[in-house]
């Protein structure tokens, strides 16, 4: 059974990220958090939200960044014409 609750620590295992980045994400109001005496709180189905949401639009960006012909249209073959020189 999953842990409904996690501390920085834990969310920075989830994310794959520095403890201090996940300070970051809460004080930047990126990641829902709260204060229970010293410790951040936050709520596992935040943190995996906070995830699916960067993977996301990191995905969306870099589909939408891509030129049409190089997502699964040929390229056209360079054509070389040989130039004659007047003798």
Known sequence: MTKPTLNVNEAA???HVHPK???DLIRDG???AGKVGRSWVMMTKDVL???EK???AQTADRL???SPKRVGQRRTP???VA???AV
């Open 21 to 23: 980045t996940v300070e």
């Open 13 to 15: 295992d989830i994310l």
């Open 49 to 51: 939200a906070h995830a």
């Open 78 to 80: 360079k054509v070389r």
């Open 64 to 66: 939408r960044g891509r």
């Open 83 to 85: 130039h004659q020189h």
């Open 54 to 56: 960067v993977i996301m």
């Open 30 to 32: 990126a990641l829902p």
